[in-house]
């Protein structure tokens, strides 16, 4: 085998191409790139929709010659396949936390057909047979050990439907011309009526025979339980044959997070069994019980340990408090606890590298306890490179995915970083600046620590040892040592000088919460729409704007909820008020979204009727572009598209079902006067109010699953999916079509609400599902979608129709509990800084009243910590996956939003309101 390329940004495309140039140098041959993958079609190639196709995986240290091998047969046999197309996506494939479905699919072949199949399949298990690469889960394997798999699927992503849930599933067809859903399980799970062209295969267990037996690990240890699946493996709780105690067992694949050296996940599994074996006796960590091996697979059983991690015990802390703070005299003892277990690790020469709240449990004695030591070596070792994001030191951030382990320093800014989020609940996670001249760590996390401290004593107490650790040079971060030094003087020493490097005056700190400049907020406001008009993509059939999935799944790219509505209402908002020498481009953006979005339109397989997730919102936002452009035709389309929307539907809320088609036709009705509008809005009201349970309930219930076709499923409470949504649009429709009943239904619903709330402090709070009698109170949340910040922007309005002050308290204590959420969001409308932060604004615009708006610019620091430079501008990414999204209810759209109307007032948008907001400077 020859010798492997180790850079990370390799391509596998040179390796491919070498080998294409010497099989078939001039026979018209394609190839392309996107993101992920290089397409290889032959010349003349049409694609079957569905068939048998076939996987190979590889590690880092045989992928070159595993694609070189088997491009050779295909290329010789003019068949169409694709593979990961470098280093760094291979890795994304090999990783632990790839989608097991997923992982380890480097190359994908597409017969033209199953006697080809069959060929291809014995043919690449030859080519390639001695190679390395890791089981894919969701195929079956030709043989024991080979990189060859199969599974009966979809060629392309073209193959699919649009689901009531406003997402795109891929789907096979069946003989008879049904539609079945084309699964990617973690397991073998072959299609019923599609046997396999290979002969004697031995039966696949079916999913409902899945986890029956008791297995029995070593001959000794008894899983009772799965703690959590990942692409790694297993974590398991059993009972221990020898000594009748309760275990945890981790289990490590083969080949998963494989490295050029040879090295992947079990050596990191053997590594934490050789730490535990150096910690043990010291109780800083669990106790090993054994490492054993089974079908290659590297098992390691050890002591469980009682409790809950730090992360779920701080959780607790904030949630508990109704301010979400934490107080010195619990956290006091904590830190210092965990500095002693940095302190064990260092003594012993080692380094822990992933010093995370995740990491350390606390058991029911308040004991910490190290868990996860997998990646603790000493400096200076060969190892490969982890980072927790907000936890990781900045001089980790980049560099080979194999290298010298680094010192104790880069412990030293975990700790830290680990002592933020004691102090306070909120993880430090700043983005990495993609900028030639990113902006200083220190300033930014100084910025962080002012902000977050003006609301938080326990964080002014502990600032100067928290940005004493968080230094982006290691060597200025103060030592372990003179941390405990300061520990033990702590509280009574608050303002100690921790050295000369740290100039931190506590009595500074914010005594309230940072206000973002207003030059800040509109800045923030023009590079969100700058990034948005950078990166748009007009060429792009699919989408609009770069469309990221959600927990696995792909939406519509045409909703308000992931598509690219929200985002051209953000362009015609921006319209309005931009200044003449930048109107031009503006225009000219919204001029090709509308033209896009009418094609697309054109193409639509199913008109879904809810606001966010079906067509009403996209109906909207077409109508008010077009309008901004004085385009009359395209209104006119817009208007006759919305008359088309479902005005019966299982479903009756805002996002999915036909509230929300009633609230869009209803704003349409008002914009044009056209009375089959004003019709239609009654018939979905007159739907919702039939979708009523009998007997005086106000929960009305959804699908079981989106593609039902009756309503038996769950009730919610809040905005997006439940009472307080329906509500505000039957209180609308009732203003509008002049039926006080309707009124009456939201007054009832909202007087049921009122029942339901959970007091937290001064606030109000509820959960996302409605209390059963006798159960225990669940924890209240405050979002838009669900809770006190969804429910509170129904409760103001109905405050407004009915001149109720108990709606309007309620409201206000509403606002109460989401002013001390605003740390602890993303981003987004849905369930984030933005949808918080316009009811916020709701409240100043209802009331007048001045305080809210206050609250709502604090809510604007908090979105400035969430973004990242890039070319310049400064643009809010989502916490999970480090990318800025485009749409409004998940993305940039929505914080647009917010910043738009706390500069330039104006309605809530996608509301049908009679009230707005004051542009700033007219209060």
Same mark, same amino acid.
């Given at each position: 085998m020859s010798s492997q390329p180790q850079h990370p940004d390799h391509l596998?495309?040179?390796?491919?191409?070498?080998?294409?140039?010497?099989?078939?140098?001039?026979?018209?041959?394609?190839?392309?790139?996107?993101?992920?993958?290089?397409?290889?079609?032959?010349?003349?190639?049409?694609?079957?929709?569905?068939?048998?196709?076939?996987?190979?995986?590889?590690?880092?240290?045989? &992928? *070159?010659?595993?694609?070189?091998?088997?491009?050779?047969?295909?290329?010789?046999?003019?068949?169409?396949?694709?593979?990961?197309?470098?280093?760094?996506?291979?890795?994304?494939?090999?990783?632990?936390?790839?989608?097991?479905?997923?992982?380890?699919?480097? $190359?994908?072949?597409?017969?033209?057909?199953?006697?080809?199949?069959?060929?291809?399949?014995?043919?690449?298990?030859?080519?390639?047979?001695?190679?390395?690469?890791?089981?894919?889960?969701s195929d079956r394997r030709y043989r024991p050990g080979s990189l060859v798999h199969y599974r009966f699927g979809g060629f392309s992503g073209r193959q699919q439907i649009l689901d009531a849930d406003g997402s795109y599933v891929p789907m096979l067809v069946t003989p008879d011309g049904g539609w079945f859903q084309d699964k990617r399980e973690a397991w073998y799970a072959p299609v019923p009526w599609a046997p396999s062209p290979l002969p004697d295969e031995t039966p696949v267990r079916g999913e409902g025979e899945r986890g029956q037996q008791q297995v029995l690990l070593d001959s000794r240890f008894a899983v009772f339980e799965a703690i959590r699946h990942s692409n790694r493996g297993g974590v398991y709780r059993a009972k221990d044959g020898d000594t009748d105690q309760n275990v945890v067992i981790k289990e490590a694949r083969p080949y998963v997070a494989a490295e050029f050296d040879g090295t992947d996940a079990r050596d990191y599994l053997r590594n934490e069994h050789?730490?535990?074996?150096?910690?043990?006796?010291?109780?800083?960590?669990?106790?090993?019980?054994?490492?054993?091996?089974?079908?290659?697979?590297?098992?390691?059983?050890?002591?469980?340990?009682?409790?809950?991690?730090?992360?779920?015990?701080?959780?607790?802390?904030?949630?508990?408090?109704?301010?979400?703070?934490?107080?010195?005299?619990?956290?006091? !003892?904590?830190?210092?606890?965990?500095?002693?277990?940095?302190?064990?690790?260092?003594?012993?020469?080692?380094?822990?590298?992933?010093?995370?709240?995740?990491?350390?449990?606390?058991?029911?004695?308040?004991?910490?306890?190290?868990?996860?030591?997998?990646?603790?070596?000493?400096?200076g070792e060969l190892v490969t490179r982890v980072m927790t994001m907000g936890y990781v030191a900045p001089e980790e951030m980049a560099g080979p995915a194999r290298y010298p382990a680094p010192g104790q320093d880069t412990d030293l800014y975990s700790l830290g970083a680990s002592l933020f989020y004691l102090c306070t609940g909120i993880h430090p996670l700043l983005g990495e600046d993609a900028s030639p001249e990113p902006r200083p760590l220190d300033d930014r996390l100084a910025f962080l620590v002012n902000a977050v401290a003006g609301t938080s004593p326990t964080l002014?107490?502990?600032?100067?040892?928290?940005?004493?650790?968080?230094?982006?040079?290691?060597?200025?971060?103060?030592?372990?040592?003179?941390?405990?030094?300061?520990?033990?003087?702590?509280?009574?020493?608050?303002?100690?000088?921790?050295?000369?490097?740290?100039? +931190?005056?506590?009595?500074?700190?914010?005594?309230?919460? +940072?206000?973002?400049?207003?030059?800040?907020?509109?800045?923030?406001?023009?590079?969100?729409?700058?990034?948005?008009?950078?990166?748009?993509?007009?060429?792009?059939?699919?989408?609009?704007? !770069?469309?990221?999935?959600?927990?696995?799944?792909?939406f519509d790219?045409?909703?308000?909820?992931?598509?690219?509505?929200?985002?051209?209402?953000?362009?015609?908002?921006?319209?309005?008020?931009?200044?003449?020498?930048?109107?031009?481009?503006?225009?000219?953006?919204?001029?090709?979204?509308?033209?896009?979005?009418?094609?697309?339109?054109?193409?639509?397989?199913?008109?879904?009727p809810g606001l966010f997730f079906g067509r009403a919102g996209t109906c909207w936002a077409l109508y008010e572009a077009a309008e901004a452009l004085g385009d009359e035709d395209a209104m006119r389309r817009a208007v006759q598209r919305a008359k088309r929307l479902p005005v019966a539907w299982a479903n009756p809320d805002i996002t999915h079902g036909v509230s929300g088609s009633g609230l869009a036709q209803l704003h349409l009705w008002r914009r044009t006067g056209d009375e089959e509008l004003a019709r239609r809005v009654g018939i979905c009201a007159d739907t919702v109010l039939a979708a009523r349970p009998s007997g005086g309930s106000m929960l009305w219930q959804l699908p079981e699953s989106p593609n039902d076709r009756t309503a038996t499923g769950p009730t919610h409470l809040g905005y997006a999916h439940g009472v307080a949504g329906i509500c505000t649009f039957l209180m609308t429709a009732a203003r509008d079509l002049d039926r006080p009943e309707l009124?009456?239904?939201?007054?009832?619903?909202?007087?049921?609400?009122?029942?339901?709330?959970?007091?937290?402090?001064?606030?109000?709070?509820?959960?996302?599902?409605?209390p059963e009698p006798g159960d225990e109170p669940h924890d209240g949340v405050c979002w838009w979608c669900s809770g006190a910040s969804? $429910?509170?922007?129904?409760?103001?309005?109905?405050?407004?129709?009915?001149?109720? &002050?108990?709606?309007?308290?309620?409201?206000?204590?509403? *606002?109460?509990?989401?002013?001390?959420?605003?740390?602890?969001?993303?981003?987004?409308?849905?369930?984030?800084?933005?949808?918080? *932060?316009?009811?916020?604004?709701?409240?100043?615009?209802?009331?007048?009243?001045?305080?809210y708006r206050d609250w709502a610019e604090e809510y604007a620091t908090c979105l400035a910590r969430l973004c990242v430079q890039r070319d310049g501008r400064l643009v809010p990414i989502d916490d999970v996956s480090l990318k800025t999204t485009y749409s409004y209810n998940l993305g940039l759209a929505g914080s647009i939003g917010f910043l738009h109307r706390l500069r330039h007032g104006g309605e809530r948008w996608w509301m049908v309101d009679d009230f707005a907001l004051a542009p700033e400077g007219r209060r």
């Open positions: 596998y495309v040179g390796d491919f191409l070498g080998v294409k140039d010497e099989v078939v140098a001039l026979h018209g041959w394609d190839h392309s790139m996107d993101e992920m993958w290089c397409h290889v079609i032959p010349p003349g190639h049409y694609s079957r929709p569905q068939g048998w196709k076939i996987h190979l995986s590889a590690t880092p240290s045989s &992928a *070159a010659s595993v694609l070189r091998s088997a491009a050779r047969v295909l290329l010789e046999r003019g068949v169409a396949f694709k593979f990961a197309k470098g280093v760094a996506q291979l890795r994304q494939l090999l990783s632990v936390r790839c989608n097991r479905g997923s992982g380890g699919k480097f $190359i994908t072949v597409y017969p033209q057909d199953d006697r080809q199949f069959a060929e291809l399949v014995e043919e690449l298990h030859r080519v390639t047979d001695g190679m390395t690469g890791p089981k894919i889960l050789e730490i535990l074996r150096l910690f043990e006796g010291m109780a800083i960590a669990p106790r090993p019980v054994s490492l054993f091996e089974y079908q290659d697979h590297v098992f390691l059983a050890e002591e469980e340990i009682p409790g809950v991690t730090l992360r779920a015990w701080v959780e607790r802390q904030v949630r508990d408090h109704p301010e979400h703070l934490i107080s010195v005299d619990a956290v006091l !003892p904590m830190a210092r606890q965990l500095v002693d277990l940095v302190a064990v690790v260092h003594d012993k020469g080692l380094v822990f590298r992933d010093l995370t709240p995740n990491n350390v449990m606390v058991t029911p004695d308040g004991v910490l306890v190290l868990i996860d030591t997998e990646f603790v070596t000493r400096p002014r107490t502990f600032a100067p040892l928290v940005l004493g650790l968080l230094r982006q040079d290691p060597e200025k971060r103060i030592g372990l040592s003179r941390v405990k030094e300061l520990l033990t003087s702590l509280p009574r020493q608050r303002d100690a000088d921790t050295n000369a490097d740290v100039e +931190v005056d506590i009595d500074a700190l914010a005594s309230a919460p +940072v206000r973002l400049p207003a030059d800040e907020q509109q800045r923030l406001l023009d590079d969100a729409v700058r990034e948005l008009l950078t990166a748009m993509t007009p060429e792009d059939e699919r989408a609009l704007w !770069p469309a990221v999935p959600y927990d696995g799944r792909l790219s045409l909703s308000l909820q992931a598509g690219c509505a929200g985002s051209i209402d953000a362009l015609r908002r921006t319209l309005a008020v931009k200044a003449t020498d930048e109107t031009d481009e503006v225009r000219r953006a919204l001029r090709t979204s509308v033209t896009w979005l009418e094609a697309r339109l054109r193409q639509d397989q199913r008109l879904l009124l009456a239904t939201a007054v009832e619903g909202g007087d049921y609400l009122l029942s339901v709330a959970q007091e937290l402090g001064d606030g109000v709070t509820w959960p996302v599902l409605p969804g $429910i509170g922007t129904f409760l103001i309005r109905l405050w407004r129709a009915t001149g109720e &002050a108990k709606y309007r308290e309620a409201a206000h204590r509403a *606002a109460v509990a989401t002013r001390a959420e605003k740390w602890f969001l993303s981003a987004s409308h849905c369930h984030g800084i933005a949808g918080n *932060a316009e009811f916020l604004l709701d409240m100043a615009a209802a009331t007048g009243e001045q305080r």
